[in-house]
């Protein structure tokens, strides 16, 4: 007994059995699903849009008039997770138009990414076009953490290069929401003495997501349809409006605990996910170090103790 429990102890704190700790996770995490929040919905540009109105990427322009028609209903928020960092070389003009919408609407949210000027070059950080960025009621960075299998299961609140300035995308539409200030348990420690080196994009503040349930799982429409005005008054009064890309053309989507049979999810759901569980104060805490050492050794311990004390046929 001794010798195997103290087998277990090597495995648990050499991270030899993190297979085991995901497959037993995301079995548990299946079985987690709840409603999905009724403040949230999402405008989808899945390929029925692209078919409406025409090859990606589309001018801004389109973007422009789609701000335009949703903020009449005065939306809570509007998170549009599309890269804007670079003019639109199609249509110059339209990036006066979207800046625009944005500063008239004054509740957009946009991206910020990491990027790299060459494969193994300096990181940089990829903000929205200045013109947008003037004008855009906050910015948020846009990833995840992705674990060693290649499945989505967590988040880092904070990211940055050299200090984590930027909070996490679905975090920044919170803070514009909430009527509150900034909950203690998701701001980023003011007295933290670390330094932090301008070469590295570091981050801070780690969450487990925990997925509200399968892709599809919270209210969409497509985007064509919300151009066209196919769709009930006051859809989007009062409600986080997140704008993504769901058409798999489009390759934003990544895999996670919950796809279930399509294998992925829209990077945009992922988004409502996480704003769901900050909005509600929903937390997965990851046990970790002795305790975790501890619980192994003891469930390893448990049936060698009993063995002894059952009848062979039991």
């Known amino acids: 007994m001794l010798a195997l429990v103290a087998c277990t102890g090597l495995l648990v704190y050499h991270s030899i059995l993190w297979r085991w700790d995901y497959l037993i996770y995301d079995a548990q995490l299946s079985l987690w699903s709840r409603p999905a929040a009724d403040d949230i919905i999402i405008i989808e540009i899945d390929d029925q849009s692209l078919n409406d109105i ?81 004008h855009a009621a906050a910015l948020g960075h846009v990833h995840v953490d992705i674990s060693q299998d290649g499945v989505t299961r967590g988040v880092y609140l904070w990211e940055g290069i050299g200090k984590p300035q930027w909070m996490h995308f679905s975090l920044a539409l919170l803070n514009l929401v909430s009527a509150e200030p900034l909950l203690e348990q998701y701001a980023l420690s003011t007295d933290q003495q670390q330094d932090f080196s301008p070469m590295v994009w570091s981050r ?15 209210p969409s429409i497509g985007y064509s349809q919300v151009l066209e005005g196919r769709y009930p008054d006051k859809l989007f009064h009062n409600k986080l409006v997140l704008i993504g890309a769901t058409a798999e053309g489009l390759g934003d989507a990544l895999p996670t605990p919950v796809s279930g049979s399509s294998g992925t999810m829209p990077g945009v759901e992922i988004i409502a996910n996480i704003y769901d569980a900050l909005a509600n104060g929903l937390q997965i805490n990851e046990l970790s170090g002795m305790p975790l050492m501890t ?20």
């Open 54 to 134: 025409g090859k990606w990427p589309w001018s801004r322009e389109v973007h422009a008039r789609l701000i335009d028609q949703i903020q009449r209903e005065r939306p809570a928020a509007i998170g549009l997770d599309l890269i804007l960092s670079e003019p639109d070389s199609y249509d110059p003009q339209s990036d006066e138009r979207l800046s625009a919408a944005i500063r008239t609407s004054g509740s957009v949210t946009l991206p910020v990414f990491m990027t790299r000027s060459s494969r193994n070059g300096v990181p940089i950080e990829a903000l929205p076009l200045p013109a947008y960025t003037r």
């Open 204 to 218: 801070e503040k780690t969450m487990l997501i925990p997925f509200t349930g399968p892709p599809g799982h919270y």
């Open 295 to 314: 619980l192994s050794m003891i469930l390893v311990a448990i049936p060698i103790v009993v063995y002894p004390l059952i009848n062979p046929a039991t």
